[in-house]
């Protein structure tokens, strides 16, 4: 079964600062892998994902993801934090293999990312 | 081009009630799906459609029935709420297949069932 692993429930960094939100995942297959945020009272806004090809992926509001296949991440970076970053991040892999779960999307539990002034 | 919408933004049921929550696209995507997202659980797939007549159960498919008759809508019926249904929940559309494409979200309904 495919699956995606957030480690960390909350990630606090200061304005300015370089942060990171990790995830891992497992797959049987290659992995389509996608970050999604959440803002308060707000349905989930695409960030970036990964197909295939360069392993750093560049997305939306300047963020941007590093896929290692060798430890199979793919944590999502952004190389100076803003306040209105902080918001609800979540890693998801799309299924593509062939079988009744074929297309369906698995998210991770979410991780709360708060950038303080 | 309004994308996702979802009707209503909130709800509060006492139990055993029933009601529909509404969820209409407009990017003529053949694949939709309803998903409740609870606090440390991240969201997790109700139901979902590959296309018009087409239907298929998720993770959490008990207590929801689902139905296609069009491209554009996909509702999500709870026959008889209960407390444990209380949740937000999402629905969200792409193009079908194994596409890479990208999954949209509506805004979500807020459901209370006391």
């Known amino acids: 079964a495919q699956s995606v692993a957030q480690p960390e429930d909350q990630v606090n960094v200061a304005e300015g600062n370089p942060l990171t939100v990790k995830c891992t995942y497992s797959?049987?297959?290659?992995?389509?892998l996608f970050w999604y945020v959440q803002y308060p009272n707000r349905g989930l806004q695409f960030l970036l994902k990964?197909?295939?090809?360069?392993?750093l992926v560049k997305g939306s509001y300047g963020f941007e993801a590093e896929f290692n296949k060798s430890q199979t991440s793919f944590h999502l970076k952004k190389p100076s934090a803003l306040v209105s970053d902080s918001a609800l991040y979540f890693c998801?892999?799309?299924?593509?293999?062939?079988?009744?779960?074929?297309?369906?999307?698995?998210f991770g539990r979410g991780t709360q990312l708060t950038v303080w002034p | 081009n309004a994308g996702v919408t979802q009707t209503p933004k909130f709800q509060v049921l006492k139990t055993g009630q029933s009601m529909t929550l509404q969820c209409a696209q407009d990017?003529?995507?053949?694949?939709m799906s309803w998903y409740r997202q609870d606090p440390g659980m991240g969201l997790r797939l109700i139901h979902y459609?590959?296309?018009?007549?087409?239907?298929d159960q998720g993770e959490v498919p008990n207590g929801y029935n689902v139905s296609r008759s069009t491209t554009e809508d996909f509702p999500l019926r709870l026959l008889s709420a209960a407390p444990s249904q209380t949740s937000v929940y999402f629905c969200?559309?792409?193009?079908?297949?194994?596409?890479?494409?990208?999954?949209?979200f509506g805004p979500g309904t807020r459901l209370t069932v006391l």
């Open positions: 990964y197909i295939t090809g360069d392993n």
């Open positions: 998801a892999v799309r299924d593509i293999n062939r079988g009744s779960t074929l297309g369906r999307l698995y």
């Open positions: 969200a559309s792409r193009s079908g297949g194994i596409s890479t494409d990208t999954q949209y």
């Open positions: 797959v049987s297959g290659n992995p389509y």
């Open positions: 990017m003529n995507h053949e694949y």
């Open positions: 459609s590959v296309g018009a007549g087409i239907t």
